[in-house]
């Protein structure tokens, strides 16, 4: 649980001065805009911790796949390869990302939630593998370029059980 709270509040911490900047344009959304729009709006590379028994690192693409309803409703699929450890681990999410602040802000806080496909090495002997988590994010980009960020997060898996920190770097298409 002492893990858990210092990685939450670690991501607070640092987004919170990030968020106070000056005022950005709105997202420029027409006014008959669909309820949902399916593309490729950026994508991600991403490395990190899992803190689970031993820990592993924790490779992980991201693929932001379209959005529901404003852009700022995100979809996005990601794969995540646990190394070392005990076991191998694999997951592959499919998340609804809400980004509080616009694209074109100098840093973007996140919040998201969706479900991902837990596996691991040698799963086919555990009669429940693979499994199905409720999977959660937190956190926050910071413009590195144009179109290239930097990335923070905190991802807390099968409903807070497992928790992964990553940093790496996505980009965001333009409009």
């Given amino acids: 649980m002492p893990m858990r709270f210092l990685a939450t509040v670690l991501v607070l911490v640092i987004a919170a001065p990030l968020t106070a900047q000056e005022p950005m344009e709105p997202f420029d959304e027409p006014a008959s805009q669909p309820w949902a729009k399916l593309g490729v709006f950026g994508f991600g590379t991403r490395l990190g911790v899992d803190f689970e028994g031993e820990g592993q690192l924790v490779v992980s693409g991201t693929l932001d796949v379209g959005y529901v309803l404003t852009q700022q409703l995100r979809i996005r699929a990601s794969a995540d390869v646990g190394l070392f450890g005990v076991d191998n681990t694999y997951v592959g999410n499919l ?25 691991r ?39 807070f059980r497992r928790q992964r920190l990553l940093i790496g770097l996505t980009t965001r298409g333009r409009r």
């Fill in 121 to 159: 090495d040698e799963c086919e002997l555990d009669p429940g593998c693979p499994s199905l988590w409720a999977q959660f994010v937190l956190g926050f980009e910071v413009r590195l370029r144009d179109e290239i960020n930097w990335l923070v997060e905190y991802h807390p898996q099968d409903a």
């Fill in 95 to 119: 998340e609804l990302v809400f980004r509080i602040l616009p694209d074109s802000a100098i840093a973007v806080p996140y919040a998201g939630l969706g479900v991902g496909l837990f596996g």
